[in-house]
């Protein structure tokens, strides 16, 4: 028996998942209806013009129109605020996209968030100006914001949504986005969407 600090394992076993019970099942098939605090929201999956905007009517969005290229999600961190338009494509192809305030979360909050996401598959995490909660994880038409980077909702709402093939359209569309700019993806625009916005129905 290996005991560090306050927590416990057994030598060369890992410790079980205490989000493990949120995988969805048959039975179970959107295990997010028992986390608290999710809000969901029936969502159209059609694309806009390249370089149109869309008036979301929730900030960030979990669905609705976007544009036809999808930010690359596998395991993407990036450290820049992104087009918003791209990042809801990702969240039709089974992503989770972790959005943080920047003026709100930093430090080792900022690097457990990195954690989750880093390397991951069907995981995206970014900073997003303006957001009225310090983080807000979105998966296709489901959303949780919540305080602080150690809430055991995070965990529990990835493990049930991630890649979910009951939650979201294009099962099996990949995350690798060649026509997408990693390292210098198009950037936030922080203004109103003007009158020539689309809806996101």
Excluded at 115 to 132: E, H, N, T
Excluded at 145 to 159: C, E, L, S, Y
Aim: aromatic share 8%; charged share 20%; net charge negative.
């Amino acid at each position: 028996m290996l005991v560090t600090g306050c927590s416990t394992a057994i030598a060369g076993k890992a410790l079980p998942d205490p989000a493990a019970d949120f995988a969805p099942s048959a039975a179970d098939r959107d295990p997010s209806k028992r986390i608290p605090g999710v809000v969901t929201e029936k969502a159209e999956g059609l694309h806009i013009l390249p370089g149109q905007r869309v008036a979301y009517d929730h900030l960030p969005p979990f669905g609705g129109k976007h544009d036809p290229v999808w930010a690359a999600c596998n395991g993407a961190v990036y450290t820049k605020a992104v087009r918003t338009e791209h990042m809801v494509h990702s969240l039709e192809h089974g992503a989770v996209w972790i959005a943080y305030n920047p003026d709100q979360v930093s430090g080792d909050a900022l690097e457990a968030l990195k954690a989750r996401v880093d390397g991951k598959p069907y995981m995206l995490l970014s900073p997003y100006p303006g957001l009225d909660k310090p983080i807000s994880l979105q998966s296709w038409e489901h959303q949780l914001k919540v305080d602080t980077a150690d809430d055991p909702r995070i965990g529990q709402f990835i493990v049930a949504l991630r890649t979910n093939p009951n939650t979201y359209f294009e099962v099996g569309a990949p995350c690798d986005s060649p026509q997408f700019d990693v390292d210098n993806p198009p950037p936030f625009d922080p203004s109103p969407p003007g009158a020539d916005a689309v809806p996101p129905k």
